[in-house]
């Protein structure tokens, strides 16, 4: 089975703080692609981050980036400087190597709030 | 970056009836969208694959005659709600990609719509 699991429901941080978000995921595939994801109350879904497992580089974005441990299944989001506008739902996903549709597979999610 | 409209953003009707929802690829072309469902507080659960041009894929423990998927062009699918129960109220999103299925980094993000909260009375 293809998953992913984000074992911290909730998380809070106090703004200009750091804050990381786990994400483990399971598949016996060695290829595939790897994002966060962030849902904003507005609900609009907005990429954060994206990791390509065959690169061993962890992926960076201004103040987001990752933790990619590929022998672990593990994708840690880090949220350097947290801002009340980081105040949304994560979601972790990636793309199982299907050739024929590249649908993405969800985590359950992790709400965090940033307090000022 | 790409933008994927859904319309419209919210619906009510009443039970029995059937709603359509759009989602449609404004600045791209998407051989392929998806359809999303979100329960309150929990994560997205896919629903199907709809293809451009061919029947969608659905996923295990989807009605399809429930919830009827059409990708009549490379820029438009459309999901309707067939004979809606109150148990079918929930938060829908579709996503497209850019292109095909190739492993470049710019063809693996997925745009997604605004999302369309469908509540059956």
């Known amino acids: 089975a293809q998953t992913v699991t984000q074992s911290q429901p909730e998380m809070s941080v106090q703004e200009a703080e750091t804050v990381t978000l786990s994400c483990t995921y399971d598949?016996?595939?060695?290829?595939?692609?790897l994002f966060w994801y962030k849902q904003p109350p507005s609900r609009q879904m907005i990429l954060v981050i994206r990791?390509?497992?065959?690169?061993?580089q962890n992926a960076t974005e201004n103040r987001f980036s990752v933790n990619f441990q590929k022998a672990a299944k593990s994708f840690s989001l880090k949220i350097s400087d947290s801002q009340l506008g980081d105040t949304a739902m994560y979601f972790c996903a990636f793309i199982p190597p299907e050739y024929n549709t590249d649908k993405l597979i969800f985590g359950t999610g992790t709400r965090l709030q940033v307090f000022p | 970056g790409a933008v994927v409209s859904q319309h419209p953003s919210w619906v009510i009707c009443k039970s029995g009836t059937s709603v359509k929802i759009e989602c449609r690829s404004l600045?791209?072309?998407?051989?392929?969208m998806f359809w999303y469902r979100q329960f309150p507080k929990q994560s997205l659960m896919l629903m199907a694959t709809?293809?451009?041009?061919?029947?969608?894929?659905?996923e295990q423990g989807v009605e399809k005659d429930k919830f009827l998927i059409n990708h009549a062009s490379l820029t438009l699918s459309t999901l309707t709600v067939t004979s809606a129960h109150p148990e079918d109220s929930s938060f829908y999103i579709c996503?497209?990609?850019?292109?095909?299925?190739?492993?470049?980094?710019?063809?693996?993000?997925?745009?997604f719509g605004q999302g369309t909260r469908l509540t059956v009375v």
């Open positions: 990791q390509e497992a065959y690169k061993q």
């Open positions: 598949t016996s595939e060695n290829n595939y692609y």
């Open positions: 996503s497209a990609r850019v292109g095909g299925t190739g492993r470049e980094p710019k063809n693996t993000e997925a745009f």
């Open positions: 709809s293809n451009e041009g061919s029947k969608a894929t659905y």
């Open positions: 600045d791209f072309q998407a051989t392929t």
